[in-house]
């Protein structure tokens, strides 16, 4: 039997190496129309941070999570500018892969029976059926593809057991200040799915080629 099946990442790789390369022109394209409608639902249920995320915690509540995960739209410009080989794409991956660990972060705080778990647990859901939308929309090639170096270190920073990280490794943020984080870098680099949406006026994306 193949080992392969267990693993959910390395199935889609699996498949998407076999079947999607006749097809990866197509596929290329800078956002996929696919990940609008899993982006759309998951847009619709952040509408609710407010109430879960700030008005059913305690006043000035805040999360630990890497300073890594405290990912703005400033960093997005920052990262633009100062970065050779910085493009939507690598922009897309470290989007997911920060925020995967910032849903995670808040759900790790929160109680079985807190109102707010069942909601971020939600949220999580909805960020998994997007991040499958994109693993799927990508030839597999992509992301075996080296990081430029700051985005890798960054990377290799978020994937650090916590264990071995120095205490100045950490940061605090409020559960809301996150989630709006994850919205408005969304809005950002997924323009595509969003262009009605106010936020993309402070939207500094990189140059989107071809
Ligand atoms: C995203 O959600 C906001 C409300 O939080 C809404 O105003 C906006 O229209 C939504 N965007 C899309 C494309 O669904
Ligand atoms: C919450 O933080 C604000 C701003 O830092 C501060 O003014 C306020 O006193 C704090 N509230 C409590 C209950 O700690
Ligand atoms: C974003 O910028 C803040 C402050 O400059 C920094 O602490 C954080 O590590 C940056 N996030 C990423 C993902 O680079």
Known sequence: MPRFIYHRNVFFFFN??????????ILMAPTSASMCTPLRTLNNSLSYRR????????????????????????NISKM????????????QRLWFQVN?????????????????????????RRFKDAEGVFVLSHPAEVFYQELPETIQDIWDRLTEEPERMVDTSWGYAFPKSLLDNLCHTMYCLFHECFSNTEDQQDCDECAVSG
């Open 51 to 74: 109430r879960y995320m700030k008005h059913y915690f305690p006043i000035n509540y805040t999360v630990r999570v890497h300073h890594e995960e405290i990912f703005k739209l400033s």
């Open 80 to 91: 633009c500018l100062d970065e050779d080989g910085v493009d939507e794409l690598v922009l």
């Open 16 to 25: 998407t190496s076999t079947c999607l390369l006749l097809i990866a022109p």
């Open 100 to 124: 995967q660990g910032v849903l995670k972060k808040i759900i790790q705080v929160l109680p079985k029976r807190h109102p707010s778990r069942s909601y971020t647990a939600e949220l999580e």
